[in-house]
């Protein structure tokens, strides 16, 4: 993690009195030598909108998931190793899990206590761990997976039993439906997914395939993630699945998996992906992963997500007209770069995912499809923006805003995802295109492999274009009202 700057103008932790109360609280611990003492890891890491997501007191350095799949009982039988690095003399720590039963847990070869509770694993080793110690923590447990019911959000999360292939990825909390985790993208590590499954199964994984053991009625698949990777990224899916194997012009490899039925389908929605990755390539730096491609589900969800380098996408979206399904595969492309590479670094900065891949998904329709029909989609979308709020509020300045959305408007259609491309596009505009671009890649350059806030967003914009734009980001991402674009006034 490179930053957790919170944005400059809502920023809850840098008040001078709280700075002030934290000094003070520092010297007197200090002081005291309190904080030289072991004590328990934090259930979370202050996220601004989740508090309990994640743990404190380590950092995650791989995770090695060993696990052996059922597809008809929908169970599994899994060993994870946790490496880790204290970040702090630790009595006991947290990992995020939710409703499997644990079989044993241990702490560097020690046996370990633990309790389940809440979706929260809290584990006190036979022995303290010392402050930069690395350890390794393993956990065996065993049976069915299930979605759970996230705090503040409509849908269930995390596991998908589809009957004839099961699913496990969710944003932004799913990972521990299935696997013990650190759950929150400040918290990257590198993984090792060992997945067995039955034959005629397969099971993919985020990363690249290194080995493919084959025995009598089980087959054992290996894939590595050696990139940082957040934990709402991971994906993992065992059922009966195709390759499709192709690459870019430079020689990266594209596997892409899908349903037999869906072979043709998915064959023509990712036909261009290396002219993506090219486009992309070309606009924001080298892409970051080993591969990339897409694994096509029955699910019936409706939705794609961008887990890391290979997203995910429903079979609804790879059946829908060409055009579609490709601005989804442009949009999901685009997060390796934005959002995965360069990760929130809390779930308030979720607007640097999504206007970045909405946007980015606009710029690879200027490429393809030309100037005037990326000045329509960009002109329509600023002037459905500015009616919407004509209509919806009239004369009420309030409503949720784009760089400070709240829990509930995270994933806004307009808030989030329109509004976070149009204001990209207004900076455009203001600055210019070299400058504007070169603001783009400096800042993914800068945060590439780590996390970014929408401070260091602001920061690099600032820095790059020479101009003070404290005003006109306040306007876009922290006030409800639609700031004028007198360009796309018609
Ligand atoms: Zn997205």
Redesign the pocket.
């Known amino acids: 993690m490179l930053s957790n700057q919170a944005p400059r103008r809502h920023s809850r932790l840098s008040h001078p009195a709280l700075t002030l109360i934290g000094l003070i609280f520092f010297a007197y611990f200090a002081g005291t030598g309190i904080l030289l003492a072991q004590s328990p890891g934090d259930v979370g890491v202050d996220d601004p909108y989740f508090p309990n997501l994640g743990n404190g007191g380590y950092d995650v350095l791989h995770y090695t998931i060993d696990a052996r799949f059922d597809v008809e009982a929908n169970t599994l039988q899994a060993t994870t190793l946790i490496d880790a690095q204290a970040a702090q003399a630790l009595s006991r720590l947290n990992l995020d899990f939710q409703r499997i039963d644990i079989g044993s847990v241990r702490v560097d070869e020690g046996e370990a206590s633990f309790e389940q509770r809440n979706g929260e694993l809290t584990i006190t080793p036979a022995a303290a761990i010392s402050e930069g110690q690395v350890f390794r923590v393993e956990v065996r447990y065993g049976g069915s997976p299930s979605s759970y019911p996230f705090q503040q959000t409509i849908a269930d999360l995390g596991w998908y039993d589809l009957e004839s292939h099961l699913v496990g990825m969710g944003e932004p909390a799913g990972s521990s439906t299935w696997y013990p985790v650190n759950e929150h993208p400040s918290d990257k590590a590198t993984y090792t997914f060992r997945l067995t499954a039955p034959k005629p199964y397969m099971a993919v994984a985020s990363g690249v395939l290194v080995e493919r053991i084959v025995g009598a009625d089980e087959t054992t698949y290996v894939w590595e993630m050696r990139q940082p990777m957040a934990s709402y990224l991971t994906l993992v899916a065992v059922g009966e699945f195709v390759e499709i194997s192709d690459e870019t012009a430079d020689g990266l490899p594209i596997r892409s998996y899908a349903p037999p039925h869906l072979v043709r389908r998915a064959e023509t929605a990712f036909a261009r992906t290396s002219e993506i990755i090219a486009a992309y390539e070309a606009l924001f730096g080298d892409y970051p992963f080993e591969a990339v491609g897409g694994l096509v589900v029955d699910g019936g969800f409706g939705f794609?997500?961008?887990t890391q380098s290979m997203p995910i996408y429903d079979g609804m979206i790879i059946r829908a007209p060409i055009n579609l399904s490709e601005q989804f595969i442009a949009?999901?492309l685009a997060?390796q770069w934005f959002?995965n590479s360069v990760s929130p670094a809390t779930w308030r900065d979720i607007w640097l995912?999504?206007g970045f891949?909405?946007y980015a998904s606009w710029l690879w329709v200027e490429q393809s499809a030309g100037l005037s029909v990326f000045g329509n989609l960009a002109r329509n979308s600023y002037v459905e923006l500015r009616n919407s709020r004509r209509l919806a509020r009239p004369g009420d300045a309030r409503g949720p805003v784009t760089g400070d959305p709240g829990v509930e408007a995270i994933f806004d259609g307009e808030v989030i995802?329109t509004r976070g491309a149009v204001t990209l596009h207004a900076l455009r505009l203001k600055v210019g295109d070299d400058a504007f671009f070169e603001i783009v890649r400096t800042y993914y350059d800068r945060f590439k492999f780590g996390n970014a806030s929408t401070g260091d967003f602001i920061a690099v914009a600032e820095e790059v274009s020479g101009a003070d734009l404290s005003d006109f980001f306040e306007g876009w991402l922290f006030e409800a009202d639609v700031p004028l674009i007198p360009e796309l006034e018609s």
């Open positions: 794609a997500l961008e949009h999901e997060h959002g995912n999504e891949a909405t995802y």
